[in-house]
C-alpha cells in the first residue's frame, strides 16, 4: 500500500489488526510511519496506545479480549496466555474478581512485565491449547502458574478444588506439575493440594477437613462410595463414619442447590435414609461458620451413636459396605 492510501481505506488496517489491536510496526509496512501512529494515540485522538509498540484502532475503553490480543502481539511468536486468564477460558469460575495476563515465552526471549502484563520466561514451553483463536496452556499448567502468583489461601483453595472437581486436571497432574516446576511460590498450592488428595472435592471439603481436625474427633472415610448389601449403589457422602452409620454431607451452594444438583442431593439423602442411616447435611457451613459447623457434626455423631450401637467388628454388613479396591 502507498503512504498516505490507508487514510482513504481504514478498513485495511482493522483487517490487519487482532480485534482492532495492532502492532505499530504492521502500520509502517501498510503506510502509517511511527510518529503517525503514536500523534493519534494522543490525549483526543482516534487510537490509544495500550503497551509497547501495540496500537488499538479506536479510543473506547478495551476489551478483554482486545487486551488479551494486544498482549500476544506484544509477546510476538511463541507466546501463549497462561495464568487466571487461561483459566477463565478453560471454564473455570471460582477467579479474583480483576487480575492481569500472564503470558509464557521461551527461556531465551528478552521480554520483560509490563503494564496488565506479566511475562514468565520457561525451559518448560508447553504445547498450546487453542480456545476461540487464543493460545493457552493447557489446564494443569494454567491452574498452577495462577496459583504460583496468588498471595492467599483462599483464592488458591478455591482455584484448585474447582479444577478437580469439574474434572478439568486430576489431582495427580497438579502434583506432577508442583514437581516439575519452580518451587517459588508453591508452599500454598502444596498444602492446599495435600487436602484435596485426602479426599476432598470441593472448596467447602477442603475447609471441613480442616474444621474436623481441630475438633478431636475421630476421623472420617472421605468420598468413600457406599454400596448396600445387594450392590445397589446409594451415594457417596463426603464424610463416612462407619462407627455409627453417619454420612456428612457438606452441600455448598454453587454446586448443590442448581435445580438438576438439589435434586439429586435429596434423592441422595432418601437413599441414606431409607437404609435407616443417618446424613448430617452442612450447606456450605464450614467455609462461613466453621466452630458450628464442627458442633453441629459433633451433636449429629453422638446422636448417632446413642441411637445406632455399632456393629460387631465395626462394618455396617446391615446397611453399608463399601464396593472392593479395583
Known amino acids: 500500500m502507498r503512504r498516505g492510501d490507508w487514510a482513504h481505506d481504514p478498513q485495511t488496517l482493522q483487517r490487519a489488526s487482532r480485534s482492532g489491536a495492532i502492532r505499530v510496526a ?4 501498510l503506510g502509517v510511519p511511527p510518529r503517525t501512529s503514536y500523534r493519534r494515540c494522543l490525549p483526543g ?69 509490563t503494564g496488565n502484563v506479566v511475562v514468565e520466561r520457561t525451559k518448560r514451553f508447553p504445547k498450546p491449547v487453542v480456545r476461540d483463536g487464543v493460545p493457552l496452556a493447557p489446564p494443569v499448567r494454567a491452574v498452577i502458574d495462577a496459583c504460583r502468583r496468588l498471595t492467599s489461601r483462599d483464592p488458591v483453595q478455591a482455584l484448585i478444588t474447582e479444577a478437580v ?31 484435596v488428595i485426602v479426599g476432598a472435592r470441593s472448596d467447602a471439603e477442603v475447609d471441613a477437613i480442616r474444621v474436623w481436625e481441630r475438633t478431636g474427633l475421630p476421623r472420617p472415610a472421605w468420598n468413600v462410595p457406599l454400596r448396600d448389601t445387594s450392590g445397589t449403589y446409594l451415594g457417596t457422602p463426603d464424610a463416612w463414619f462407619a462407627e455409627v452409620g453417619l454420612a456428612w454431607e457438606i452441600d455448598s451452594y454453587e454446586f448443590h442447590f442448581e435445580r438438576e444438583a438439589y435434586a439429586n442431593t435429596v434423592n441422595r439423602n432418601a437413599r441414606y435414609a431409607g437404609r435407616n442411616r443417618g446424613v448430617a447435611d452442612a450447606p456450605d457451613a464450614p467455609a462461613h461458620r466453621p466452630r458450628r459447623s464442627g458442633g453441629g457434626a459433633d451433636r449429629c455423631l453422638s446422636g448417632s451413636r446413642g441411637s445406632r450401637p455399632p456393629p460387631a467388628g465395626g462394618v455396617l454388613k446391615d446397611a453399608f459396605e463399601t464396593p472392593p479396591e479395583s
Not at 478439568?168 to 502444596?190: D, F, H, K, Q, Y
Open 26 to 29: 504492521t502500520l509502517e509496512e
Open 45 to 113: 485522538g482516534p487510537w490509544q496506545r495500550l503497551l509497547p509498540g501495540v496500537v488499538l484502532l479506536t479510543n473506547m475503553p478495551p476489551t478483554r479480549l482486545q487486551l488479551v490480543e494486544a498482549a500476544l502481539l506484544y509477546g510476538g511468536q511463541d507466546t501463549l496466555v497462561t495464568g487466571l486468564e487461561a483459566c477463565q477460558r478453560h471454564g473455570l469460575r471460582n477467579l479474583p474478581d480483576s487480575y492481569g495476563i500472564h503470558l509464557l515465552v521461551p527461556a531465551g526471549r528478552h521480554l520483560h512485565s
Open 165 to 195: 472437581q469439574r474434572g478439568r486436571v486430576p489431582p495427580a497432574w497438579l502434583s506432577l506439575e508442583l514437581a516439575a516446576g519452580s518451587r517459588r511460590g508453591t508452599a500454598v498450592p502444596r498444602d492446599v493440594l495435600r487436602d
